[in-house]
């Protein structure tokens, strides 16, 4: 099975400061048709899952551009250019190249100093 | 809008059964795979099932596998979680949430519904 794996699990961040969350997995996300199915989502205090970032890059529509996804292969990064009190919550990666989609990351709380 | 609607949450007894259902509207039910993903009290998303479009595939987490039943009635728009032998460590909140094959991955949630396993 698939094992995702975030960095930090914790992180603190001075709001309008850039913040970084690592995702890495435990075999390539590489899928047969070429592309790589790596996926972010943003779960706020109370709310249910969001999905913000899908095939590693791509943002959903009102997903503001300060959230950005890069990566390939088994390590990815999702970006927070200058974090805003709305952005507080937990991350969450996770794949969907390998068959049934039962990977997540562990999350990651996002929190203001 | 696509919107997903779980209900059927609740209290049971270690040991009960519960039924979990989701309405589903703004799409073609049917043509779209759907899951059950949890999550316990403060802890992170554990997938928990899938089930085709038509209904004639399914998979399960090992944490569920033969306690728990998935299924769908396209004609009613409905997703359905039959859990059996509850444990406490099932306690959690379930959501459904829609496959969306394109991009693989889930691109619309429920606002999910708690299930409390305890006597």
């Known amino acids: 099975d698939v094992v995702m794996t975030q960095s930090p699990l914790s992180l603190p961040v001075t709001l309008g400061q850039p913040a970084s969350i690592s995702c890495r997995s435990s075999q390539s996300l590489v899928h047969s048709d070429g592309n790589i199915y790596l996926s972010w989502f943003q779960q706020r205090p109370g709310q249910s899952p969001r999905r913000l970032i899908y095939?590693?890059?791509n943002r959903d529509s009102g997903v503001p551009d300060r959230f950005s996804g890069s990566g390939s292969g088994t390590d990815f990064t999702l970006k927070i250019s200058r974090v805003e009190a709305e952005d507080v919550g937990v991350y969450y990666c996770m794949q969907g190249t390998h068959w049934p989609p039962k990977a997540f990351g562990q999350g990651t709380k996002v929190e203001i100093k | 809008e696509v919107q997903l609607v779980e209900s059927g949450g609740g209290l049971v007894q270690p040991g009960g059964s519960l039924r979990l259902s989701c309405a589903a509207s703004g799409f073609t039910f049917s043509t779209y795979a759907m899951n059950w993903v949890r999550q316990a009290p403060g802890k992170g998303l554990e997938w928990v099932s899938v089930?085709?479009?038509?209904?004639?595939?399914?998979y399960y987490a090992d944490s569920v596998k033969g306690r728990f039943t998935v299924s769908r009635d396209n004609s009613k728009n409905t997703l359905y979680l039959q859990m059996n032998s509850l444990r406490a460590e099932d306690t959690a909140v379930y959501y459904c949430a829609k496959w969306e094959e394109i991009n693989r991955d889930f691109d619309y949630w429920g606002q999910g519904t708690l299930v409390t396993v305890s006597s």
């Open positions: 089930i085709s479009g038509s209904g004639g595939s399914t």
């Open positions: 095939k590693v890059s």
